[in-house]
């Protein structure tokens, strides 16, 4: 779904050049659920930005479905954004004058789809998210939780493939949090990719594939499926490494599992 190779970004701070980014080389297939972690300034917001082109890099490639993105222009850009990527911050992005539903209704809006459409998808999103008794609600009438679950049901109502949640929780309180990432594992459960940014070690441990960056590089990753130059070739639908047979005297394979270096063992 997502290949990124050698990624690179630097942005002009003053007088001083800042990596953001440094030879970021990354997979993440479909229905994965990985979360991306790291001290401050080491790359995290900007490896999201890039991923839901909503940045170009300096250099490297990027495939969104076996489609070249650094290649395309801004308005095919959007147009792949639009159809694949959902977004989802920390402030939550509402129109304070507009209600739950017409936020939700937005993207669909603009989209100019009709309004019969419109009407049942979001229904059915605030269903999804546990909302439908608020639907007429402002923002300013709905709590934190209720605020950041709208903002999940706008970003779903365009039905993507992809879910993009920049620190998802940072102004919840810790029972709203909760409800908030319940949602978004729903989601995943039903088959969107979800990728989360957070500073929250408990929910970052909740994804299934752990990603650490600092300084601009991806330090760790572990978890799910991740193609490494140790494993690069392997295809796909390979089957694990460690269930092959293994010959006692037989020369060891390029690519055998080597417990001591497996993206595999910590989940």
């Known amino acids: 779904m997502i290949k990124l190779e050698k990624i690179n970004k630097t942005y002009q701070v003053g007088d ?4 953001a ?19 401050s300034g080491s ?9 839901g082109l909503l940045d170009r890099p300096d250099s490297g490639r990027y495939w969104f479905d076996q489609i070249a993105t650094e290649e395309l222009n801004e308005e095919r850009r959007a ?11 920390q402030s939550f992005h509402l129109i304070n004058r507009l209600t739950a539903f017409e936020n939700i209704e937005l993207p669909m809006m603009l989209a100019g789809l009709p309004l019969k459409q419109r009407r049942i998808a979001v229904a059915d999103v605030l269903a999804m998210v546990g909302l439908s008794d608020r639907a007429s609600h402002k923002p300013n009438q709905l709590s934190g ?16 493939r992809l879910l993009l949640a920049d620190e998802p929780t940072g102004n ?15 989601l995943n ?3 969107i990719t979800l990728i989360t940014v957070t500073h929250d070690q408990k929910l970052g441990d909740r994804a299934r594939r752990h990603i650490r960056m600092v300084d601009g590089m991806i330090d760790r990753d572990q978890g799910g499926f991740s193609v490494t130059p140790e494993n690069s070739d392997m295809p796909e639908n ?30």
Request: aromatic share 2%.
């Open 189 to 191: 459960q039903d088959g």
């Open 145 to 160: 939780g209720q605020l950041q679950r709208v903002a999940i049901a706008r970003a779903i109502v365009m039905r993507p």
């Open 16 to 19: 001083s050049p800042l990596r």
């Open 79 to 89: 147009h792949l954004r639009g159809e694949n990527i959902g977004f989802i911050f």
């Open 21 to 39: 980014l440094a030879d970021v080389s990354l997979n993440i297939e479909p229905g994965e659920y990985l979360s991306i972690m790291g001290p």
């Open 172 to 186: 919840l309180d810790s029972r709203s949090g909760a409800e908030v990432i319940d949602v978004l594992e729903k």
């Open 238 to 267: 390979s089957p694990e490494p460690e269930n092959s047979p293994e010959p006692k005297n037989s020369p060891e394979p390029k690519n055998s599992h080597q417990p001591t270096k497996s993206n595999d063992e910590t989940i």
């Open 43 to 51: 790359g995290k917001s900007t490896l999201l930005n890039m991923i």
